[in-house]
């Protein structure tokens, strides 16, 4: 699977332009991610020298991204067709609707290839939803 990962409040703290402190497990995680077989994307609004300083952040901790703002290493964004949108299997990002859930959970989603309505729904915390006439919701 091809993971896209936001780096600024889902990998490490919101202090941009500085990097904050590691959100915990998130490097870990994301060190499984690979191992397990996943291509990860670091998927950031860091650009230059500051997008540098966070691709490094991440590989001197063992996260070694298969491309960076880009959908793989030798794109470089020149040509006609170039589209800065990721193409990625799944996203994970603090903007998410609801927030960025717990690093152990992302990772329990991901290992048993499931949403979050699924999830909750095993894990007792939701009911399955009912449907009301016509309309989906």
């Known amino acids: 699977m091809i993971i896209a990962v936001d780096f600024d409040g889902t990998i490490v703290e919101h202090r941009y332009p500085a990097i904050g402190k590691e959100i915990p497990f998130a490097i870990q995680t994301l060190r499984q991610l690979q191992s397990d077989g996943h291509r990860l994307i670091l998927w950031s609004v860091r650009e230059g020298r500051l997008l540098q300083e966070a691709v490094d952040y991440c590989r001197e901790r063992g996260v070694n991204f298969y491309a960076v703002n880009a959908d793989f290493e030798e794109e470089d964004g020149s040509g006609r067709s ?3 949108k990721i193409k990625a299997d ?3 990002d603090d903007r998410n609707v609801g927030g960025l859930l717990d690093w152990g ?4 989603l991901i290992q048993k ?3 979050i309505e699924e999830y909750l729904i095993q894990e007792g915390v939701a009911q399955p939803r009912k449907k009301k006439s016509w309309w989906p919701f």
Request: charged share 10%; no cysteine; aromatic share 24%.
């Open 105 to 108: 959970t992302i990772y329990a």
């Open 90 to 92: 799944l996203f994970i």
């Open 113 to 115: 290839n499931m949403g």
């Open 82 to 84: 170039f589209s800065r």
